[in-house]
T-cell receptor, first 107, second 111 residues
Framework: RKEVEQDPGPFNVPEGATVAFNCTYS??????FFWYRQDCRKEPKLLMS???SGNEDGRFTAQLNRASQYISLLIRDSKLSDSATYLC????????FGAGTRLTVKP | DVKVTQSSRYLVKRTGEKVFLECVQD?????MFWYRQDPGLGLRLIYF???????EKGDIPEGYSVSREKKERFSLILESASTNQTSMYLC??????????FGSGTRLTVV
């Protein structure tokens, strides 16, 4: 079993849709959680950290469920510019990346 | 604005060559990392370093070595390049507990 798992997608959604991604992890000692966005042929860029109480940044909401060992990312009112691959990152000193979920938002 | 700079964006090398990939960060971060990214496999950790002259093997260190003589610089060395090392190489740095900042990547092709 991989340490961090994501549904690879692709998720194809219309503009304005709400879409959610999950990321499960196996190491219960994990302390740090992040969502990254990666555009085609570019480096990953930090989208948001994930805090225990959940956090929101505009149209993006991140949540952590320690009991079930997963984090989630919710995107509301999807824009064309949200099309990218979304990577979850989980760990403590030793961080692990998910393989990414590809999102395409269509007009 | 914080920055991680990788020396080359694209590189083509021959099988058997020794290859150096350089990475410099200007954020005074202790931790630096080298990953490779391949389609369907995601990011895989090659080596990382918590401090100057320290290095730790990641998940796929075979065929690679690293050097960290100064805090801001972390070099990845392919001792004898092989075609299965054709990949996108990403350097990153982070503060303990913080997120990663990545360089723009080096797309290496070994022919």
């Amino acid at each position: 079993r991989k340490e961090v798992e994501q549904d690879p997608g692709p998720f194809n959604v219309p503009e304005g849709a709400t879409v959610a991604f999950n990321c499960t992890y196996s190491n219960s000692a994990s302390q740090s959680f992040f969502w990254y966005r990666q555009d085609c042929r570019k480096e990953p860029k930090l989208l948001m950290s994930v805090y225990s109480s959940g956090n929101e940044d505009g149209r993006f909401t991140a949540q952590l469920n320690r009991a079930s060992q997963y984090i989630s990312l919710l995107i509301r009112d999807s824009k064309l510019s949200d099309s990218a691959t979304y990577l979850c990152v989980v760990g403590h000193n030793d961080m692990r990346f998910g393989a990414g979920t590809r999102l395409t938002v269509k007009p | 604005d914080v920055k991680v700079t990788q020396s080359s964006r694209y590189l083509v090398k021959r099988t058997g060559e020794k290859v150096f990939l350089e990475c410099v960060q200007d954020m005074d971060h202790e931790n630096m990392f080298w990953y490779r990214q391949d389609p369907g496999l995601g990011l895989r950790l090659i080596y990382f370093s918590y401090d100057v002259k320290m290095k730790e093997k990641g998940d796929i260190p075979e065929g690679y070595s690293v050097s960290r003589e100064k805090k801001e610089r972390f070099s990845l060395i392919l001792e004898s390049a092989s075609t299965n090392q054709t990949s996108m190489y990403l350097c990153a740095s982070r503060l303990q507990g913080g997120g990663y900042t990545f360089g723009s990547g080096t797309r290496l092709t070994v022919v």
